[in-house]
């Protein structure tokens, strides 16, 4: 059943459950070791939407965020109750092939983490890996992927330069390039701006808005005017457990938690 | 991009071979742990398993008989060990402790130089140094006194400078754990640097400073090339600094090269002891003292 | 009261005392001129140790020096009852020796590190660097007594008897000579053990000392751990390993008593088949040394010694400054205006 882009009027929010979701969490709880970390979550991701995740610090969010793409596994001691469905299949299930969920649920990081290599082979690297082998199709891809980051124009002269000359907006714009190169459906972005200066960020805001036509993003940020101004549906941790979720309008308007409402008007956090 | 589509059958024997390669080569790194751990345990193993049975309480207590004759034991090596170690203590203590405190009072090209010429010292193979301590002191003490030369002191101070380099990077590395705060609470009293250093910031690194001493210790007393033109070894009782004396891995060597069966059984239990004794130094700063870098009071 | 002072990491001669006090009184200034004269002069004798064993070497091999010149280093004789001297069958030995060493112990000592550093979870870690560092802490001679008991023994029975005896092995050039025990196999063997722990420590810390954020970057694109660990941990770390390599090469070269117990001691010609006896230019220097009476001989010796001193000087000095440029390079990750 093919997936039309859906605008927010379309699809209708109860409480916290989204139709057609792309991602929908069940109960989850995170413990690392011993430690709780993530308490009885439950969240829908709509899908071709921007979805991003608020709170404090330590709240846990990026914790939240790591568990859909299973990169916690990487973590000694850290376990998981609870589910994850993807598309209806819980990714936590037993015989889930991590690696071809990480290629569908692609992330992007807090510092930019470019490869140790040209800009053209780091993006190149993800295709090539999943058995793209062919010149013309790589080339292809390379050039798609950094027109998709807004990218292409800077560094179209240059591919063959190490990605560390690139300056850190353009490096975090080439990660994001990176990630579309496997062809994800879902880009999971963890605080992607908060290394960067105001006018990097500006561009990478633009360049979300127009990624989640294609493709589902959620965003960890603890700027709340970055939520506020870049996503459709926003959820609001605290300590570990989402307080609330909703559409951002609402969310900064007219919130239902009263915890919400004084994160949101600045009254901590 | 949709996602119901079922994988390309491609893609599945890619996924297939990927996931393979990745167990094989993760398993081949381990194999590699594996056989580094094989070679340790044979060699290990076969010293643990042979020289305790050659050990008895005479191997600790007799002196030497000559060669040919049955009996004896590695009294005059083990004692003749100790005695170098403690002159090379001499020598490589307060050279190494000195050296490092330097390293740290001061910056400047000359603490460079000196640090990148200590690191050369460090990689000079041992018995370049042996050769070195005999043209130096062997020969003139020879041409002065014939009949001398060979000396528990030159042996000694082929140990000792062996050990200066081991000693000086430890104390450096340690002080510079200590917190300055430590330094300035000191100096703003109005001491002077070296009251600072001597009374508060040594004693603070006093347990990371005595493990840098023992582990250059551990590895000087298993030295056998150096030893070969300085103290010569020796098959007489001695604790006399001027004449040659006898070292433990001296007679591992001997011994293992002669051929004499029950030699070789002696040189075994020699093996054990100089290993339990490098061990022996090993573990106490590892474990009883290594475990508090700093002192915190 | 005394004036809190910021932390600061500067050197004490860079320290200046609270504006307005004299913090040391004018005896405690002598004493402290006297401090920095000690700690001076202690360095400056290290520093002259150094010297003087570069100078002390040359003097010694100057007779040698002056009688062979240049050819000491290419002709391959090594005659002490006619004092006609040439060292280049003991060049040849170590480096031979060498290079087997590290054709052997180098894959084994990288698959090692890259184990410990991105497969073994931490219980495993530590346990096993600590015994793959044990082996560096057996003395040299002990090596020697297991191979001269052990390894020998065993080689003789299960490969060059049997290698030897092989009428279409026995013709390679690599195996043409006879069973000795005593050989430079041995020695390639032993020195492949004694050096792997070096090579092993070092090069898994330079792996850990990675940023996770390079491996997560490749993880989170869907690559395998060993795609992740090949592509992009390696390359990153290469120089590094180099030169932890370069630095088990610097061991190796200089390694003597394991090496004098094993390998035969033969003063004949170089002989590059595995089974031959030969020398290094430490074991000869072991063997020789004490019973050199003539000053020829052993200003040969102490040539030698010269040469070796140099040699392993250069090598450890590569090593150094490849591992030192490496750790630079992956503690500042790059560029990141």
Request: proline share 5%; with cysteine; charged share 15%.
């Given at each position: 059943m093919p997936l039309h882009h859906v605008t927010p009027q379309s699809v209708p929010i109860v409480g916290a459950t989204v139709l057609r979701p792309t991602f929908v969490v069940e109960n989850l709880n995170f413990y690392y070791g011993s430690n709780i970390a993530l308490k009885n979550v439950n969240i829908s991701v709509a899908t071709k939407q921007v979805t991003a995740l608020i709170g404090p610090s330590g709240c846990g969010k990026s914790t939240f965020l790591r568990t859909l793409n299973r990169m916690n596994d990487l973590i000694d001691g850290s376990r998981v109750e609870g589910k994850v469905l993807l598309d209806g299949t819980d990714i936590y299930a037993r015989n889930v092939?991590?690696?071809?969920?990480r290629k569908r649920v692609g992330m992007v990081f807090q510092k930019p983490n470019p490869f140790p290599m040209s800009i053209y082979d780091n993006i190149s690297y993800g295709p090539r890996i999943h058995?793209?082998?062919?010149?013309?199709?790589?080339?292809?891809?390379?050039?798609?992927?950094?027109?998709?980051?807004?990218?292409?124009?800077?560094?179209?002269?240059?591919?063959?330069?190490?990605?560390?000359?690139?300056?850190?907006?353009?490096?975090?714009?080439?990660?994001?390039?990176?990630?579309?190169?496997?062809?994800?459906?879902?880009?999971?972005?963890?605080?992607?701006?908060?290394?960067?200066?105001?006018?990097?960020?500006?561009?990478?805001?633009?360049?979300?808005?127009?990624?989640?036509?294609?493709?589902?993003?959620?965003?960890?940020?603890?700027?709340?005017?970055?939520?506020?101004?870049?996503?459709?549906?926003?959820?609001?941790?605290?300590?570990?457990?989402?307080?609330?979720?909703?559409?951002?309008?609402?969310?900064?308007?007219?919130?239902?938690?009263?915890?919400?409402?004084?994160?949101?008007?600045?009254?901590?956090? | 991009m949709t996602t119901q589509e079922p994988p390309a059958p491609n893609a599945d024997w890619l996924m297939v071979r990927r996931n393979a390669v990745n167990v094989i080569c993760l398993t081949a790194a381990g194999l590699c742990a594996l056989v580094a751990l094989g070679?340790?345990?044979?060699?290990?193993?076969y010293l643990v398993l042979n020289g305790f049975k050659a050990l008895h309480l005479?191997?600790?207590?007799?002196?030497?008989?000559?060669?040919?004759?049955?009996?004896?034991?590695?009294?005059?090596?083990?004692?003749?060990?100790?005695?170098?170690?403690?002159?090379?203590?001499?020598?490589?203590?307060?050279?190494?402790?000195?050296?490092?405190?330097?390293q740290i009072e001061s910056k400047g090209k000359f603490a460079w130089t000196v640090r990148f010429f200590t690191d050369v010292l460090n990689s000079i193979p041992s018995i370049?140094?042996?050769?070195?301590?005999?043209?130096?002191?062997?020969?003139?003490?020879?041409?002065?006194?014939?009949?001398?030369?060979?000396?528990?002191?030159?042996?000694?101070?082929?140990?000792?400078?062996?050990?200066?380099?081991?000693?000086?990077?430890?104390?450096?590395?340690?002080?510079?754990?200590?917190?300055?705060?430590?330094?300035?609470?000191?100096?703003g009293l109005g001491a002077t640097q070296w009251r600072t250093m001597f009374s508060v910031i040594l004693p603070a690194a006093r347990t990371g400073i005595l493990t840098g001493v023992m582990l250059a210790m551990a590895r000087v007393a298993g030295e056998t090339a150096p030893l070969l033109f300085t103290a010569f070894g020796s098959n007489m009782f001695s604790v006399k600094l001027d004449k040659p004396i006898d070292a433990l891995p001296i007679d591992i060597y001997n011994d293992a090269t002669s051929p004499y069966n029950y030699l070789h059984a002696q040189a075994l239990a020699g093996a054990i002891i100089l290993i339990s004794m490098i061990l022996l130094m090993s573990l106490i700063t590892r474990y009883a003292l290594g475990n508090k870098v700093l002192e915190q009071k | 009261?005394?004036?809190?002072?910021?932390?600061?990491?500067?050197?004490?001669?860079?320290?200046?005392?609270?504006?307005?006090?004299?913090?040391?009184?004018?005896?405690?200034?002598?004493?402290?001129?006297?401090?920095?004269?000690?700690?001076?002069?202690?360095?400056?004798?290290?520093?002259?140790?150094?010297?003087?064993?570069?100078?002390e070497l040359t003097i010694a091999s100057k007779p040698s020096i002056h009688q062979f010149g240049l050819r000491f280093f290419v002709t391959d004789s090594w005659d002490p009852v006619h004092l006609k001297f040439g060292a280049m069958?003991?060049?040849?030995?170590?480096?031979?020796?060498?290079?087997?060493?590290?054709?052997?112990?180098?894959?084994?000592?990288?698959?090692?590190?890259?184990?410990?550093?991105?497969?073994?979870?931490?219980?495993?870690?530590?346990?096993?660097?600590?015994?793959?560092?044990?082996?560096?802490?057996?003395?040299?001679?002990?090596?020697?007594?297991?191979?001269?008991?052990?390894?020998?023994?065993?080689?003789?029975?299960?490969?060059?008897?049997?290698?030897?005896?092989?009428?279409h092995l026995n013709h390679l050039w690599l195996f043409n000579s006879?069973?000795?025990?005593?050989?430079?196999?041995?020695?390639?063997?032993?020195?492949?053990?004694?050096?792997?722990?070096?090579?092993?420590?070092?090069?898994?810390?330079?792996?850990?000392?990675?940023?996770?954020?390079?491996r997560e970057g490749s993880l989170a694109l869907g690559a395998t751990q060993w795609e992740t660990i090949r592509n992009v941990v390696l390359p990153y770390a290469r120089a590094g390993i180099v030169g932890a390599v370069i630095l088990g090469l610097g061991r190796a070269l200089g390694e003597t008593m394991a090496v004098t117990m094993v390998i035969g001691n033969a003063d004949s010609h170089f002989n590059p088949a595995l089974f031959s006896a030969g020398n290094t230019m430490a074991s000869i220097i072991a063997n020789e040394f004490a019973e050199a009476s003539i000053d020829l001989y052993r200003s040969a010796l102490t040539e030698i010694g010269l040469c070796l001193f140099l040699v392993t000087m250069l090598v450890n000095g590569c090593a150094r400054l490849l591992i030192y440029f490496t750790a630079k390079d992956v503690q500042g990750g790059g560029r990141t205006a």
């Amino acid at each position: 059943m093919p997936l039309h882009h859906v605008t927010p009027q379309s699809v209708p929010i109860v409480g916290a459950t989204v139709l057609r979701p792309t991602f929908v969490v069940e109960n989850l709880n995170f413990y690392y070791g011993s430690n709780i970390a993530l308490k009885n979550v439950n969240i829908s991701v709509a899908t071709k939407q921007v979805t991003a995740l608020i709170g404090p610090s330590g709240c846990g969010k990026s914790t939240f965020l790591r568990t859909l793409n299973r990169m916690n596994d990487l973590i000694d001691g850290s376990r998981v109750e609870g589910k994850v469905l993807l598309d209806g299949t819980d990714i936590y299930a037993r015989n889930v092939d991590v690696v071809h969920l990480r290629k569908r649920v692609g992330m992007v990081f807090q510092k930019p983490n470019p490869f140790p290599m040209s800009i053209y082979d780091n993006i190149s690297y993800g295709p090539r890996i999943h058995g793209v082998t062919k010149s013309s199709v790589l080339n292809e891809i390379v050039e798609r992927t950094l027109q998709g980051a807004a990218l292409w124009n800077e560094v179209k002269d240059n591919l063959k330069k190490s990605a560390f000359s690139l300056s850190g907006g353009q490096q975090q714009r080439l990660c994001i390039a990176r990630v579309l190169a496997v062809e994800p459906d879902v880009i999971l972005m963890d605080e992607p701006c908060s290394a960067l200066d105001p006018n990097s960020t500006f561009r990478i805001e633009q360049l979300i808005a127009d990624l989640s036509e294609k493709y589902t993003i959620v965003i960890v940020t603890h700027n709340m005017q970055q939520a506020a101004r870049v996503s459709q549906y926003t959820g609001f941790f605290m300590m570990g457990s989402l307080r609330e979720f909703g559409t951002t309008g609402k969310m900064f308007t007219k919130p239902d938690d009263k915890e919400t409402e004084a994160y949101v008007s600045g009254r901590f956090g | 991009m949709t996602t119901q589509e079922p994988p390309a059958p491609n893609a599945d024997w890619l996924m297939v071979r990927r996931n393979a390669v990745n167990v094989i080569c993760l398993t081949a790194a381990g194999l590699c742990a594996l056989v580094a751990l094989g070679a340790l345990s044979l060699v290990l193993g076969y010293l643990v398993l042979n020289g305790f049975k050659a050990l008895h309480l005479s191997t600790l207590v007799l002196g030497q008989m000559p060669q040919g004759e049955p009996g004896g034991g590695l009294r005059d090596g083990i004692v003749g060990t100790l005695m170098l170690l403690a002159v090379a203590a001499v020598i490589g203590i307060p050279f190494g402790i000195l050296g490092g405190v330097f390293q740290i009072e001061s910056k400047g090209k000359f603490a460079w130089t000196v640090r990148f010429f200590t690191d050369v010292l460090n990689s000079i193979p041992s018995i370049v140094i042996g050769l070195f301590v005999y043209t130096l002191v062997v020969l003139p003490i020879a041409a002065a006194h014939p009949g001398d030369g060979y000396s528990a002191l030159a042996g000694g101070i082929a140990l000792g400078v062996i050990m200066v380099p081991t000693v000086m990077r430890t104390t450096e590395e340690i002080l510079r754990l200590v917190p300055s705060s430590l330094r300035e609470a000191s100096l703003g009293l109005g001491a002077t640097q070296w009251r600072t250093m001597f009374s508060v910031i040594l004693p603070a690194a006093r347990t990371g400073i005595l493990t840098g001493v023992m582990l250059a210790m551990a590895r000087v007393a298993g030295e056998t090339a150096p030893l070969l033109f300085t103290a010569f070894g020796s098959n007489m009782f001695s604790v006399k600094l001027d004449k040659p004396i006898d070292a433990l891995p001296i007679d591992i060597y001997n011994d293992a090269t002669s051929p004499y069966n029950y030699l070789h059984a002696q040189a075994l239990a020699g093996a054990i002891i100089l290993i339990s004794m490098i061990l022996l130094m090993s573990l106490i700063t590892r474990y009883a003292l290594g475990n508090k870098v700093l002192e915190q009071k | 009261m005394v004036t809190p002072v910021i932390q600061s990491d500067k050197s004490v001669a860079e320290f200046e005392p609270p504006a307005g006090r004299h913090a040391v009184p004018n005896s405690g200034r002598m004493a402290d001129s006297i401090y920095r004269c000690v700690l001076f002069v202690a360095s400056a004798t290290i520093l002259a140790i150094v010297l003087a064993i570069a100078v002390e070497l040359t003097i010694a091999s100057k007779p040698s020096i002056h009688q062979f010149g240049l050819r000491f280093f290419v002709t391959d004789s090594w005659d002490p009852v006619h004092l006609k001297f040439g060292a280049m069958s003991f060049i040849l030995g170590t480096l031979y020796t060498s290079m087997w060493a590290l054709l052997i112990s180098v894959p084994i000592s990288i698959g090692a590190a890259v184990f410990l550093s991105e497969i073994a979870p931490s219980w495993i870690r530590t346990p096993v660097s600590f015994l793959i560092e044990l082996l560096a802490g057996i003395p040299s001679v002990v090596y020697g007594l297991w191979g001269l008991f052990v390894l020998t023994p065993w080689l003789i029975t299960h490969v060059e008897t049997p290698i030897s005896n092989d009428k279409h092995l026995n013709h390679l050039w690599l195996f043409n000579s006879p069973a000795n025990g005593s050989d430079f196999l041995a020695a390639s063997l032993i020195l492949a053990i004694m050096v792997t722990p070096y090579i092993t420590a070092v090069s898994r810390d330079i792996l850990r000392a990675i940023p996770n954020m390079v491996r997560e970057g490749s993880l989170a694109l869907g690559a395998t751990q060993w795609e992740t660990i090949r592509n992009v941990v390696l390359p990153y770390a290469r120089a590094g390993i180099v030169g932890a390599v370069i630095l088990g090469l610097g061991r190796a070269l200089g390694e003597t008593m394991a090496v004098t117990m094993v390998i035969g001691n033969a003063d004949s010609h170089f002989n590059p088949a595995l089974f031959s006896a030969g020398n290094t230019m430490a074991s000869i220097i072991a063997n020789e040394f004490a019973e050199a009476s003539i000053d020829l001989y052993r200003s040969a010796l102490t040539e030698i010694g010269l040469c070796l001193f140099l040699v392993t000087m250069l090598v450890n000095g590569c090593a150094r400054l490849l591992i030192y440029f490496t750790a630079k390079d992956v503690q500042g990750g790059g560029r990141t205006a």
